[in-house]
Protein backbone atom coordinates (compact mmCIF):
# COMPACT_ATOMS: atom_id res chain seq x y z
CA UNK A 1 0.00 0.00 0.00
CA UNK A 2 1.14 3.47 -0.78
CA UNK A 3 2.62 5.27 2.08
CA UNK A 4 1.08 8.61 1.60
CA UNK A 5 -2.64 6.68 1.78
CA UNK A 6 -1.66 5.29 5.33
CA UNK A 7 -4.73 6.10 8.08
CA UNK A 8 -7.10 6.45 4.90
CA UNK A 9 -10.16 8.52 6.27
CA UNK A 10 -13.53 7.52 6.06
CA UNK A 11 -14.14 9.06 3.50
CA UNK A 12 -12.13 6.13 1.03
CA UNK A 13 -13.71 3.49 0.64
CA UNK A 14 -12.34 0.13 0.24
CA UNK A 15 -13.59 -2.33 -2.37
CA UNK A 16 -16.70 -4.48 -0.34
CA UNK A 17 -16.04 -7.69 1.46
CA UNK A 18 -18.01 -10.92 0.62
CA UNK A 19 -20.48 -10.83 2.95
CA UNK A 20 -22.51 -13.66 5.04
CA UNK A 21 -25.86 -14.87 4.53
CA UNK A 22 -28.21 -11.90 5.63
CA UNK A 23 -29.78 -12.79 9.00
CA UNK A 24 -33.84 -12.50 8.73
CA UNK A 25 -35.40 -10.56 11.33
CA UNK A 26 -38.12 -12.16 13.01
CA UNK A 27 -41.69 -10.35 11.99
CA UNK A 28 -42.51 -8.72 15.48
CA UNK A 29 -39.20 -7.27 15.45
CA UNK A 30 -38.82 -5.28 12.58
CA UNK A 31 -38.26 -1.93 12.79
CA UNK A 32 -40.39 1.30 11.54
CA UNK A 33 -43.37 1.76 11.25
CA UNK A 34 -45.94 -1.26 11.29
CA UNK A 35 -42.79 -2.87 10.04
CA UNK A 36 -44.24 -6.50 10.74
CA UNK A 37 -46.50 -6.25 7.48
CA UNK A 38 -43.38 -5.80 5.41
CA UNK A 39 -43.52 -8.70 2.40
CA UNK A 40 -39.77 -8.73 1.83
CA UNK A 41 -37.96 -9.25 4.84
CA UNK A 42 -35.89 -6.81 6.77
CA UNK A 43 -32.02 -8.55 7.30
CA UNK A 44 -29.82 -7.40 10.05
CA UNK A 45 -26.60 -6.55 6.75
CA UNK A 46 -28.95 -4.52 4.11
CA UNK A 47 -26.25 -4.73 1.99
CA UNK A 48 -26.16 -8.60 1.80
CA UNK A 49 -29.44 -8.54 0.05
CA UNK A 50 -29.41 -10.30 -3.30
CA UNK A 51 -28.92 -8.31 -6.00
CA UNK A 52 -32.78 -8.43 -7.36
CA UNK A 53 -33.73 -7.54 -3.84
CA UNK A 54 -31.53 -4.67 -3.85
CA UNK A 55 -32.83 -3.54 -7.30
CA UNK A 56 -36.28 -4.21 -6.12
CA UNK A 57 -36.15 -1.54 -3.12
CA UNK A 58 -33.94 0.66 -5.21
CA UNK A 59 -37.47 0.70 -7.59
CA UNK A 60 -39.90 1.02 -4.93
CA UNK A 61 -37.58 4.29 -3.24
CA UNK A 62 -37.00 5.64 -7.40
CA UNK A 63 -40.73 5.85 -7.85
CA UNK A 64 -41.77 7.48 -4.54
CA UNK A 65 -39.24 9.94 -5.44
CA UNK A 66 -40.98 10.76 -8.67
CA UNK A 67 -43.73 12.27 -6.28
CA UNK A 68 -42.10 15.79 -5.53
CA UNK A 69 -40.66 16.90 -9.23
CA UNK A 70 -43.94 15.68 -10.86
CA UNK A 71 -45.98 18.19 -8.15
CA UNK A 72 -44.28 20.73 -9.72
CA UNK A 73 -43.97 19.45 -13.10
CA UNK A 74 -47.34 18.92 -13.28
CA UNK A 75 -48.77 22.20 -12.47
CA UNK A 76 -46.54 23.58 -15.38
CA UNK A 77 -49.06 23.61 -18.52
CA UNK A 78 -52.27 25.05 -16.25
CA UNK A 79 -50.72 27.87 -14.54
CA UNK A 80 -52.41 30.44 -16.55
CA UNK A 81 -55.78 28.72 -16.23
CA UNK A 82 -55.03 28.81 -12.03
CA UNK A 83 -54.73 32.63 -12.65
CA UNK A 84 -57.92 32.93 -14.79
CA UNK A 85 -59.88 30.67 -12.16
CA UNK A 86 -58.75 32.27 -8.94
CA UNK A 87 -58.83 35.88 -10.24
CA UNK A 88 -54.86 36.60 -9.96
CA UNK A 89 -51.52 37.25 -11.48
CA UNK A 90 -49.34 35.70 -13.09
CA UNK A 91 -46.75 36.46 -10.85
CA UNK A 92 -48.84 35.44 -7.64
CA UNK A 93 -49.63 32.14 -9.02
CA UNK A 94 -45.76 31.24 -9.54
CA UNK A 95 -45.51 31.23 -6.01
CA UNK A 96 -47.74 28.27 -6.18
CA UNK A 97 -44.51 26.73 -7.44
CA UNK A 98 -41.37 28.44 -6.20
CA UNK A 99 -43.15 28.33 -2.38
CA UNK A 100 -43.39 24.50 -3.69
CA UNK A 101 -39.89 24.53 -4.12
CA UNK A 102 -39.25 26.33 -0.96
CA UNK A 103 -40.41 23.59 1.20
CA UNK A 104 -39.06 20.84 -0.85
CA UNK A 105 -35.61 22.59 0.42
CA UNK A 106 -36.38 22.95 4.02
CA UNK A 107 -38.60 20.28 5.23
CA UNK A 108 -35.93 17.15 3.88
CA UNK A 109 -33.42 19.21 6.64
CA UNK A 110 -35.98 17.47 8.94
CA UNK A 111 -37.13 14.31 7.42
CA UNK A 112 -33.32 13.16 7.18
CA UNK A 113 -32.71 14.26 11.23
CA UNK A 114 -35.57 12.08 12.18
CA UNK A 115 -34.37 8.98 9.69
CA UNK A 116 -30.99 8.27 11.02
CA UNK A 117 -33.05 8.38 14.08
CA UNK A 118 -36.25 6.72 13.69
CA UNK A 119 -35.52 4.82 10.52
CA UNK A 120 -36.21 5.21 6.81
CA UNK A 121 -39.13 3.28 6.62
CA UNK A 122 -41.31 5.28 9.42
CA UNK A 123 -40.47 8.62 7.78
CA UNK A 124 -41.71 7.46 4.22
CA UNK A 125 -45.03 5.98 5.32
CA UNK A 126 -45.64 9.60 7.76
CA UNK A 127 -44.75 11.92 4.48
CA UNK A 128 -46.90 10.19 2.13
CA UNK A 129 -49.70 9.82 4.25
CA UNK A 130 -49.33 14.07 4.80
CA UNK A 131 -48.84 13.80 0.95
CA UNK A 132 -52.07 12.55 -0.25
CA UNK A 133 -53.43 14.64 2.44
CA UNK A 134 -52.30 17.98 1.46
CA UNK A 135 -52.61 17.32 -2.13
CA UNK A 136 -56.66 16.51 -1.63
CA UNK A 137 -56.86 19.93 0.48
CA UNK A 138 -54.76 21.90 -2.75
CA UNK A 139 -57.48 20.07 -5.12
CA UNK A 140 -60.28 21.95 -3.45
CA UNK A 141 -58.75 25.20 -3.05
CA UNK A 142 -60.85 27.84 -3.28
CA UNK A 143 -58.68 30.65 -3.52
CA UNK A 144 -54.98 31.26 -4.59
CA UNK A 145 -53.88 31.78 -0.53
CA UNK A 146 -55.31 28.64 0.25
CA UNK A 147 -53.98 27.05 -3.07
CA UNK A 148 -50.38 28.01 -2.02
CA UNK A 149 -50.20 27.35 1.83
CA UNK A 150 -51.41 23.67 0.65
CA UNK A 151 -48.82 23.63 -2.27
CA UNK A 152 -45.99 24.19 -0.24
CA UNK A 153 -46.80 21.52 2.56
CA UNK A 154 -47.79 19.05 0.23
CA UNK A 155 -44.15 20.16 -1.30
CA UNK A 156 -42.28 19.88 2.12
CA UNK A 157 -44.11 16.50 3.08
CA UNK A 158 -43.20 15.04 -0.41
CA UNK A 159 -39.63 16.00 -0.48
CA UNK A 160 -38.91 13.38 2.24
CA UNK A 161 -37.67 10.63 -0.32
CA UNK A 162 -35.16 13.36 -1.80
CA UNK A 163 -33.02 13.14 1.00
CA UNK A 164 -34.02 9.40 2.93
CA UNK A 165 -34.12 7.86 -0.87
CA UNK A 166 -30.40 8.65 -1.38
CA UNK A 167 -29.42 7.50 2.11
CA UNK A 168 -31.59 4.02 1.55
CA UNK A 169 -29.35 3.88 -1.35
CA UNK A 170 -26.51 3.67 0.62
CA UNK A 171 -27.58 1.48 2.85
CA UNK A 172 -27.77 -1.34 0.24
CA UNK A 173 -25.01 -0.27 -2.30
CA UNK A 174 -20.99 -0.54 -1.48
CA UNK A 175 -19.22 2.46 -3.26
CA UNK A 176 -18.26 1.05 -6.56
CA UNK A 177 -21.98 0.00 -7.67
CA UNK A 178 -23.48 3.13 -5.67
CA UNK A 179 -23.06 5.56 -8.78
CA UNK A 180 -24.82 2.93 -10.91
CA UNK A 181 -27.79 2.74 -8.15
CA UNK A 182 -27.67 6.59 -8.01
CA UNK A 183 -28.52 7.06 -11.55
CA UNK A 184 -31.03 4.53 -11.44
CA UNK A 185 -32.96 5.64 -8.32
CA UNK A 186 -32.72 9.55 -9.69
CA UNK A 187 -34.22 8.20 -13.02
CA UNK A 188 -37.25 9.03 -10.27
CA UNK A 189 -36.97 12.32 -9.44
CA UNK A 190 -35.95 13.22 -13.01
CA UNK A 191 -38.36 11.37 -14.69
CA UNK A 192 -41.59 12.71 -12.97
CA UNK A 193 -40.59 16.08 -15.39
CA UNK A 194 -41.04 13.44 -18.81
CA UNK A 195 -44.28 12.24 -17.59
CA UNK A 196 -46.47 14.87 -15.07
CA UNK A 197 -46.65 17.62 -17.47
CA UNK A 198 -48.04 15.19 -20.09
CA UNK A 199 -50.27 13.95 -17.94
CA UNK A 200 -50.87 17.82 -16.38
CA UNK A 201 -51.64 19.00 -19.71
CA UNK A 202 -54.05 16.83 -20.62
CA UNK A 203 -55.70 16.58 -17.71
CA UNK A 204 -56.14 20.58 -17.39
CA UNK A 205 -57.30 20.52 -20.64
CA UNK A 206 -60.20 17.93 -20.42
CA UNK A 207 -61.17 18.83 -16.73
CA UNK A 208 -59.40 21.28 -15.48
CA UNK A 209 -56.31 22.16 -13.38
CA UNK A 210 -57.77 20.63 -10.23
CA UNK A 211 -57.81 16.87 -11.81
CA UNK A 212 -53.59 17.43 -11.81
CA UNK A 213 -54.14 18.03 -7.92
CA UNK A 214 -56.54 14.88 -7.52
CA UNK A 215 -54.03 12.60 -9.65
CA UNK A 216 -51.05 13.69 -7.26
CA UNK A 217 -53.12 12.73 -4.13
CA UNK A 218 -53.71 9.34 -6.18
CA UNK A 219 -50.15 8.71 -7.29
CA UNK A 220 -49.11 9.37 -3.46
CA UNK A 221 -51.83 7.13 -2.13
CA UNK A 222 -50.47 4.33 -4.63
CA UNK A 223 -47.03 4.88 -3.74
CA UNK A 224 -48.13 5.07 0.28
CA UNK A 225 -49.05 1.57 -0.45
CA UNK A 226 -46.03 -0.16 -2.24
CA UNK A 227 -44.13 1.42 0.67
CA UNK A 228 -46.33 0.20 3.29
CA UNK A 229 -46.19 -3.56 2.08
CA UNK A 230 -43.07 -3.86 0.02
CA UNK A 231 -40.09 -1.39 2.20
CA UNK A 232 -38.28 -2.61 5.06
CA UNK A 233 -36.20 -0.81 7.18
CA UNK A 234 -32.41 -0.28 6.02
CA UNK A 235 -30.81 1.64 8.49
CA UNK A 236 -27.87 -0.29 10.04
CA UNK A 237 -27.93 1.37 13.45
CA UNK A 238 -24.29 2.00 15.71
CA UNK A 239 -24.47 0.79 18.66
CA UNK A 240 -23.52 2.97 20.85
CA UNK A 241 -20.96 1.99 23.88
CA UNK A 242 -22.71 0.94 26.98
CA UNK A 243 -22.20 2.79 30.43
CA UNK A 244 -21.23 1.32 33.47
CA UNK A 245 -23.41 0.23 35.81
CA UNK A 246 -23.69 2.48 38.50
CA UNK A 247 -22.23 1.31 42.00
CA UNK A 248 -23.29 1.98 45.01
CA UNK A 249 -20.54 3.21 47.49
CA UNK A 250 -21.61 6.06 48.80
CA UNK A 251 -22.47 6.23 52.37
CA UNK A 252 -25.72 5.94 53.55
CA UNK A 253 -27.88 9.09 54.12
CA UNK A 254 -31.13 9.56 56.36
CA UNK A 255 -34.10 7.97 54.72
CA UNK A 256 -35.47 11.78 54.19
CA UNK A 257 -32.83 12.90 52.33
CA UNK A 258 -32.80 10.25 50.19
CA UNK A 259 -36.68 10.54 49.34
CA UNK A 260 -35.79 14.27 48.56
CA UNK A 261 -32.87 13.69 46.57
CA UNK A 262 -34.71 11.11 44.41
CA UNK A 263 -37.93 13.66 43.98
CA UNK A 264 -35.18 16.49 42.77
CA UNK A 265 -33.24 14.00 40.25
CA UNK A 266 -36.50 12.82 38.91
CA UNK A 267 -37.71 16.75 38.31
CA UNK A 268 -33.96 17.34 36.94
CA UNK A 269 -34.38 14.04 34.92
CA UNK A 270 -37.40 14.90 33.43
CA UNK A 271 -36.52 19.04 32.48
CA UNK A 272 -33.82 17.55 30.60
CA UNK A 273 -35.28 14.51 28.60
CA UNK A 274 -38.18 17.31 27.29
CA UNK A 275 -35.35 20.01 26.29
CA UNK A 276 -33.57 17.28 25.33
CA UNK A 277 -36.35 16.09 22.96
CA UNK A 278 -37.24 19.68 21.96
CA UNK A 279 -33.65 20.31 20.87
CA UNK A 280 -33.73 17.21 18.88
CA UNK A 281 -37.13 18.19 17.20
CA UNK A 282 -36.23 21.72 16.30
CA UNK A 283 -32.42 22.51 16.41
CA UNK A 284 -30.27 19.45 15.43
CA UNK A 285 -32.05 19.04 12.19
CA UNK A 286 -30.56 22.88 11.31
CA UNK A 287 -27.12 21.80 12.31
CA UNK A 288 -26.38 19.88 9.24
CA UNK A 289 -26.45 23.25 7.39
CA UNK A 290 -23.30 23.27 9.24
CA UNK A 291 -21.88 20.87 7.03
CA UNK A 292 -21.21 23.63 4.61
CA UNK A 293 -18.00 24.86 6.32
CA UNK A 294 -16.23 21.54 4.85
CA UNK A 295 -14.68 23.31 1.51
CA UNK A 296 -15.49 19.72 -0.78
CA UNK A 297 -19.60 19.94 0.54
CA UNK A 298 -19.92 23.55 -0.18
CA UNK A 299 -18.09 23.45 -3.48
CA UNK A 300 -20.25 20.51 -4.40
CA UNK A 301 -23.47 21.77 -3.37
CA UNK A 302 -23.29 25.10 -4.85
CA UNK A 303 -22.07 23.59 -8.07
CA UNK A 304 -25.56 21.32 -7.56
CA UNK A 305 -27.64 24.19 -6.56
CA UNK A 306 -26.78 26.41 -9.96
CA UNK A 307 -27.33 23.23 -12.33
CA UNK A 308 -30.69 22.85 -10.19
CA UNK A 309 -31.46 26.39 -10.78
CA UNK A 310 -30.95 26.37 -13.95
CA UNK A 311 -33.42 23.29 -14.91
CA UNK A 312 -36.10 25.46 -12.55
CA UNK A 313 -35.65 28.59 -14.76
CA UNK A 314 -35.53 26.45 -18.02
CA UNK A 315 -38.76 24.33 -17.22
CA UNK A 316 -41.13 27.93 -16.45
CA UNK A 317 -39.76 29.32 -19.78
CA UNK A 318 -41.09 26.45 -21.64
CA UNK A 319 -44.53 27.19 -20.12
CA UNK A 320 -43.92 31.14 -20.39
CA UNK A 321 -42.42 30.88 -23.74
CA UNK A 322 -44.29 28.25 -26.23
CA UNK A 323 -47.90 29.37 -24.31
CA UNK A 324 -47.65 32.80 -25.76
CA UNK A 325 -46.39 34.45 -29.04
CA UNK A 326 -45.52 33.33 -31.79
CA UNK A 327 -46.01 29.68 -30.68
CA UNK A 328 -49.15 30.07 -28.94
CA UNK A 329 -49.72 26.13 -28.15
CA UNK A 330 -52.24 24.22 -25.96
CA UNK A 331 -51.19 22.96 -22.70
CA UNK A 332 -51.20 19.62 -23.95
CA UNK A 333 -48.47 20.82 -26.75
CA UNK A 334 -46.96 22.73 -23.66
CA UNK A 335 -46.96 19.41 -21.65
CA UNK A 336 -45.41 17.59 -24.70
CA UNK A 337 -42.58 20.11 -24.63
CA UNK A 338 -41.18 18.91 -21.42
CA UNK A 339 -39.99 15.69 -23.17
CA UNK A 340 -36.77 16.05 -24.30
CA UNK A 341 -35.44 17.02 -21.05
CA UNK A 342 -36.32 14.16 -19.46
CA UNK A 343 -34.98 12.03 -22.58
CA UNK A 344 -31.64 13.18 -21.90
CA UNK A 345 -31.94 12.57 -17.88
CA UNK A 346 -33.48 8.56 -19.16
CA UNK A 347 -29.94 8.40 -21.26
CA UNK A 348 -27.37 10.06 -18.44
CA UNK A 349 -28.99 8.04 -15.62
CA UNK A 350 -28.72 4.58 -17.82
CA UNK A 351 -24.75 5.10 -18.78
CA UNK A 352 -23.64 7.59 -16.75
CA UNK A 353 -23.73 6.07 -13.37
CA UNK A 354 -22.23 3.03 -14.46
CA UNK A 355 -19.22 5.21 -16.47
CA UNK A 356 -19.09 6.82 -13.29
CA UNK A 357 -18.17 3.69 -11.18
CA UNK A 358 -16.01 2.77 -13.83
CA UNK A 359 -13.93 6.08 -13.45
CA UNK A 360 -13.43 5.37 -9.73
CA UNK A 361 -12.59 1.75 -10.33
CA UNK A 362 -9.75 3.32 -12.58
CA UNK A 363 -8.61 5.85 -10.96
CA UNK A 364 -8.26 4.08 -7.92
CA UNK A 365 -5.90 1.16 -9.63
CA UNK A 366 -3.72 4.34 -11.79
CA UNK A 367 -2.80 5.64 -7.81
CA UNK A 368 -2.53 1.85 -7.05
CA UNK A 369 -4.68 2.48 -3.86
CA UNK A 370 -5.13 -0.96 -2.11
CA UNK A 371 -6.06 -1.38 1.18
CA UNK A 372 -3.58 -4.09 3.61
CA UNK A 373 -6.53 -6.94 2.08
CA UNK A 374 -5.54 -5.92 -1.18
CA UNK A 375 -9.15 -4.23 -2.02
CA UNK A 376 -8.91 -1.37 -4.01
CA UNK A 377 -9.34 2.16 -1.88
CA UNK A 378 -11.87 4.49 -3.46
CA UNK A 379 -12.17 8.20 -2.64
CA UNK A 380 -15.14 10.45 -3.88
CA UNK A 381 -13.53 13.09 -5.96
CA UNK A 382 -12.40 10.32 -8.31
CA UNK A 383 -15.70 10.71 -9.64
CA UNK A 384 -15.20 14.13 -10.66
CA UNK A 385 -13.40 12.99 -14.39
CA UNK A 386 -13.89 13.38 -18.08
CA UNK A 387 -17.86 12.82 -17.41
CA UNK A 388 -18.54 15.71 -14.98
CA UNK A 389 -16.61 18.15 -17.54
CA UNK A 390 -18.78 16.47 -19.91
CA UNK A 391 -21.99 17.40 -17.89
CA UNK A 392 -20.02 20.86 -17.18
CA UNK A 393 -19.88 21.81 -20.88
CA UNK A 394 -23.15 20.12 -22.41
CA UNK A 395 -25.49 22.01 -19.81
CA UNK A 396 -24.62 25.47 -20.08
CA UNK A 397 -23.73 25.71 -23.85
CA UNK A 398 -27.29 23.87 -24.27
CA UNK A 399 -28.94 26.65 -22.18
CA UNK A 400 -27.75 29.23 -24.48
CA UNK A 401 -28.58 27.47 -27.91
CA UNK A 402 -32.41 27.40 -25.89
CA UNK A 403 -32.70 30.66 -24.91
CA UNK A 404 -31.76 32.49 -28.43
CA UNK A 405 -33.72 29.97 -30.51
CA UNK A 406 -36.78 30.23 -28.51
CA UNK A 407 -36.26 33.91 -28.30
CA UNK A 408 -36.06 34.51 -31.73
CA UNK A 409 -39.19 32.07 -32.49
CA UNK A 410 -37.22 29.62 -34.50
CA UNK A 411 -39.52 26.22 -35.10
CA UNK A 412 -39.75 24.25 -31.63
CA UNK A 413 -37.62 21.26 -33.09
CA UNK A 414 -34.38 23.39 -32.66
CA UNK A 415 -34.85 24.64 -28.58
CA UNK A 416 -35.86 21.18 -28.23
CA UNK A 417 -33.10 19.37 -29.41
CA UNK A 418 -30.84 22.01 -27.11
CA UNK A 419 -33.33 20.44 -24.42
CA UNK A 420 -32.14 16.80 -25.08
CA UNK A 421 -28.19 18.17 -24.45
CA UNK A 422 -29.23 19.87 -20.99
CA UNK A 423 -30.57 16.55 -19.81
CA UNK A 424 -27.79 14.56 -20.42
CA UNK A 425 -25.02 17.21 -19.38
CA UNK A 426 -27.38 18.28 -15.93
CA UNK A 427 -27.94 14.63 -15.23
CA UNK A 428 -24.39 13.94 -15.36
CA UNK A 429 -23.69 16.36 -12.31
CA UNK A 430 -27.09 15.09 -10.35
CA UNK A 431 -26.08 11.52 -10.05
CA UNK A 432 -22.33 12.62 -9.47
CA UNK A 433 -22.89 15.43 -7.07
CA UNK A 434 -25.03 13.17 -5.00
CA UNK A 435 -23.01 9.68 -4.90
CA UNK A 436 -19.83 12.00 -3.53
CA UNK A 437 -22.42 13.56 -0.80
CA UNK A 438 -23.00 9.60 0.44
CA UNK A 439 -19.30 9.38 0.20
CA UNK A 440 -18.46 12.56 2.12
CA UNK A 441 -19.99 11.62 5.48
CA UNK A 442 -21.06 7.55 5.21
CA UNK A 443 -22.85 7.66 8.57
CA UNK A 444 -24.89 10.78 8.00
CA UNK A 445 -25.79 9.75 4.08
CA UNK A 446 -29.07 11.36 3.99
CA UNK A 447 -28.21 14.44 6.30
CA UNK A 448 -25.69 15.33 2.92
CA UNK A 449 -28.20 14.78 0.60
CA UNK A 450 -30.78 16.69 2.62
CA UNK A 451 -28.28 19.57 2.53
CA UNK A 452 -28.15 19.31 -1.06
CA UNK A 453 -31.81 19.49 -1.28
CA UNK A 454 -32.11 22.53 0.90
CA UNK A 455 -29.44 24.56 -0.90
CA UNK A 456 -30.56 23.72 -4.67
CA UNK A 457 -34.35 23.87 -4.17
CA UNK A 458 -33.53 27.64 -2.49
CA UNK A 459 -31.93 28.39 -6.17
CA UNK A 460 -35.09 26.62 -7.97
CA UNK A 461 -37.24 28.35 -5.67
CA UNK A 462 -35.99 32.18 -6.63
CA UNK A 463 -35.52 31.39 -10.32
CA UNK A 464 -39.34 29.46 -10.51
CA UNK A 465 -40.26 33.23 -8.94
CA UNK A 466 -38.32 35.78 -11.72
CA UNK A 467 -37.63 34.14 -14.68
CA UNK A 468 -41.37 34.93 -15.95
CA UNK A 469 -40.68 38.83 -15.47
CA UNK A 470 -37.31 38.35 -16.69
CA UNK A 471 -38.06 36.71 -19.67
CA UNK A 472 -40.66 39.70 -20.26
CA UNK A 473 -37.57 42.27 -19.81
CA UNK A 474 -34.91 41.06 -21.69
CA UNK A 475 -36.37 37.84 -23.17
CA UNK A 476 -34.91 34.38 -23.35
CA UNK A 477 -31.85 34.99 -25.10
CA UNK A 478 -29.99 36.93 -22.82
CA UNK A 479 -31.80 35.19 -19.48
CA UNK A 480 -29.96 32.07 -20.89
CA UNK A 481 -26.57 33.32 -22.00
CA UNK A 482 -26.12 35.19 -18.33
CA UNK A 483 -27.42 31.53 -16.97
CA UNK A 484 -25.30 29.82 -19.34
CA UNK A 485 -22.10 31.72 -18.80
CA UNK A 486 -22.63 31.53 -15.01
CA UNK A 487 -22.85 27.88 -15.18
CA UNK A 488 -19.94 27.52 -17.25
CA UNK A 489 -17.36 29.87 -14.95
CA UNK A 490 -19.18 27.30 -11.66
CA UNK A 491 -17.27 24.40 -13.37
CA UNK A 492 -13.79 25.96 -11.97
CA UNK A 493 -15.11 24.30 -9.03
CA UNK A 494 -14.46 20.65 -10.94
CA UNK A 495 -10.21 22.15 -10.76
CA UNK A 496 -10.41 23.40 -7.38
CA UNK A 497 -11.32 20.08 -6.28
CA UNK A 498 -9.38 17.94 -7.88
CA UNK A 499 -5.86 20.75 -6.45
CA UNK A 500 -7.27 20.91 -3.40
CA UNK A 501 -9.94 17.72 -3.02
CA UNK A 502 -8.01 15.20 -1.36
CA UNK A 503 -6.50 17.45 1.19
CA UNK A 504 -9.56 18.96 2.41
CA UNK A 505 -11.16 15.43 3.00
CA UNK A 506 -8.86 14.33 5.15
CA UNK A 507 -8.93 17.37 7.52
CA UNK A 508 -12.90 16.72 7.38
CA UNK A 509 -12.50 13.78 8.37
CA UNK A 510 -10.38 14.63 11.18
CA UNK A 511 -13.13 17.44 12.29
CA UNK A 512 -15.84 14.86 11.85
CA UNK A 513 -14.17 12.57 14.00
CA UNK A 514 -13.18 14.87 16.80
Known amino acids: MDEKDVGIPNHSLSQDPEYDPPIVIPRLKRRGLFGQFTLLAEVDNPKAYSRKKKWFITFIVAVAAITAPMGSSIFF ?184 RVSSRQ ?13 MVFIDPLKIVLYLRFPPVLLTVYYASITFGSLYVLNVSIEHTFGSDPYNYNTLIVG ?47 RMRENAWLGATLYPAALIWYGWTADKGVYWLAPMIANVFFGVGSMLIFSMVTTMLTEFMPKKSSSGVALNNFMRNIFSCVGSFVTAPIIDAIGNGWLFTILGLAAFASSSVLIIMKVFGPRWRKSMDAALRN
Not at 170 to 193: K, N, S
Not at 347 to 372: C, H, P, T
Open 77 to 260: PSLSQVSKDLDTTTTITNLSISLYMLSMSIFPLWWSSFSERLGRRTIYLVSFCLVTIFNILSAISDSIAMLIVMRMLSGGASASVQAVGAGTIADLWDPHERGRAMGIFYLGPLCGPLFAPIVGGALAQEWGWRSTLWFSAIYGGIALVFIFLALPETLVVHKEPTPAPLTNDEPQEPLGQRLS
Open 336 to 382: LLYIPNSVGYIVASLFGGRWMDNIMQREARKAERYDEHGKLIYRPED
Open 267 to 279: VVSFTARWLKHLK
